[in-house]
DNA sequence: CTGAAAGCGCTTACAG
DNA sequence: CTGAAAGCGCTTACAG
């Protein structure tokens, strides 16, 4: 507020009260060995908030070392969309246990560069990055502290919800899968393989594999001759919703029909999927809560120095719509 | 990396090296006063390699009171969808002038609590809040550092966009228009008076307001209604692009000719606004490289004390797809 | 060209 | 029940 860059101490608070700078702090961290009198106490709370004081973090975390910081860190914002919900619920539930959540989007793969976000010390790092490299891993435990796992190792995590969708499309009768995937996805080779297990441990022809092109008139192209070449019902197992959108649309222009000819399933369940021409099947989070609490947990022990348990295997349901 | 706690400090690496730790700072910060031999800074800067040192961002912070961290605040995660692409261009070019981006989400309302983000010690506090009230604003100055707003007056930016899409269905020959929210959105108001006043302004008669109901078959009845009381062609303006996406799929699933019959508008130009069926007219952002520039250099104004630009409101465009 | 010293604002044993 | 003092790790005038 002030623009005299003049910063109120807690020496300005014992001035004020008439105490000493250590009955001051004494007051403000309500220390449990409270042994301060109430008066004196009324007294220098009534001064700092007549100050509007704010303790000054740096000097605070110089001197304890404890910082009640805990950071997300993710590669792009792009992520965020799919776990936003699950965001949400950790930041609330983490600030019931009295830490803040401070995201970092995008990693410096430099390690000579200095490091950002190097103005904070974290108690913990939650890390939400899909795919940890070497270079990603060397960026989290730069912090110095340590580093905790949103997503329990995700390629594993991504193909529970591929044979969830192989399943499914089983189950409804489709023999004949299709595995769609983007160029950027990240954890395609796990979907693949995923899906081509569960096929031949169903005794089912192998998937063919759809590149989605960006453009939606490419994509119409590649769906054309995709049914050419496989005259039966299709299912089409899509890596993300987003995916699955785009071959849903493609065949709404195609006038293919939706879930005759060609079933679609997603994966992700985002806010839009109930949304889409027919309405998307996917794959959603079965119990956001428990996952949250596990993911606290395991914040809370590496605040401790305790160690961490496994992070299960977020547990995944179809959401059945229209498409599949 | 290490369980033993144990800090390694700048004097550790002047004992490593054999010199003073003034000496270690002078090195490690680059001082441009550079008057330390080649020698002694090789040597300095290969023990602090070798000890995997880091400085220790609250002694650093005490003793300059210098942050490079910036630190955007938005009420919730959903906002950034939207925003999605933006930040991450202002992260990088904050990252471009040493400055790091930090994002915290929701907002404590509560001035007695402890203020959550009270380790972070911010430069600039940016603010996509999109409608600030008395509570917002105290929470973002109680960090004591100046704030940036993100979005010029929101309700003011809101109607640029709102009526540039009664303008567009003007000029595509629709008279007849319907504004379509949904319960939610914070900047409702805003919207029906611009295009209420847009209507008024061209002679049109005044627009219908349509809610829109979370289910999709609710909005189906709604629509069903709606058109059968508006006989002629119809244009809607909705007020975000998943607001376009629940009408499209609820007139998709009716069968009704878009956009013959009626026409559709989004705003916001979302990833997936390509792929409704059909896809999306929308309204985006004209120039966001320019944007982010002006949103800059204002924070860079005001991490030296200087006085703000205006934000120029963000210019919009009509992204023309098939939806209007 | 390098080192000894002060001090940023806070907390917490330790005396009194 | 309260105060004087040390010290967290760093930077930067200031001597030498």
Redesign the pocket.
Known sequence: MDKGRQ?????DIAREA?????????V??K?PHQ???L??REKVQQAARRLG????A???L????HSSTVLLVMRTIHIAAIYAYLVELLAKALNAHGFNLLWQIGISPDPEQPHPASDLVPAVVVSLIEEPDGASEAFLHRFGVPVVPAISSAPRQRQVGSRLQATYLFDKGYRHLAIAASRQSTLREAHLEAIRQTCSANGVEAPVVAMVPESRSALRSVLTTLLSENPSPMGVCAIDDETAFAILAALADLNVPVPERVAVIGSGDIPLAPLSVPALTTIGINDPASYIEHLVANVLAASRGEPLCDLELLSCRVVVRESA
């Open positions: 910063r109120t101490t807690i020496d008439g105490v000493s700078r250590a009955t001051v702090s004494f403000l961290t220390n042994t301060i009198s008066a004196t004081y704010q303790s000054f740096p000097a605070r110089l001197r304890t070392g």
